[in-house]
């Protein structure tokens, strides 16, 4: 196996994480007391995404304050894809208006929704928006929207 080197990138950490037996080293970012993981290697659906964080030791990330949100962004926006959409795991899949992170089951109480977001858009297909993503619309930073769970996107994994 390759040994990853991360010179590259200040905040990576080497860190096995995943089934037992299973030594790939995954490149884990720490930012602040957090450690996160980017899904940039493909796109996934909401649930595809969930399962891949899980399927590692990981969640979907959850996002408690102003400055774990700060981190996350400047890291994705320095990685040079802060243009991308990436998945959180907040959804009101539950009841609709009411976000709350599937990682840890808690309401989301800080939020830093795009101006008009959540607006739960219906399309044509009758699919509305019940997942939160993390998206740079009109160049106004990553802010927060929902937007269809099947769409798929890149995608960013918490170390619980």
């Known amino acids: 196996a390759a040994h990853l080197h991360h010179r590259d990138c200040a905040n990576c950490v080497d860190d096995s994480v995943g089934l037992t037996g299973n030594r790939w080293t995954m490149p884990l970012l720490k930012l602040g007391e957090k450690r996160y ?41 320095d990685f040079g894809l802060g243009h991308e959409h990436f998945w959180t795991s907040g959804t009101d899949q539950a009841e609709e208006g009411v976000f709350f992170w599937m990682s840890t089951g808690r309401p989301v109480t800080f939020t830093n929704w795009n ?36 769409f798929e996107t890149f995608f960013v994994c918490e170390v619980p």
């Open 115 to 150: 101006t008009g977001e959540p607006n739960n858009f219906r399309y044509e297909n009758g699919e509305e928006e019940h997942c939160l993503e993390l998206w740079n619309r009109d160049g106004k930073g990553l802010k927060w929207n929902d937007t269809p769970c099947s």
């Open 37 to 77: 993981y980017l899904g940039i290697f493909f796109k996934a659906n909401w649930y595809r995404a969930a399962q891949y964080c899980r399927y590692h030791g990981m969640h979907l990330a959850s996002i408690n304050s102003q400055e774990e949100n700060d981190k996350l962004e400047k890291h994705i926006r």
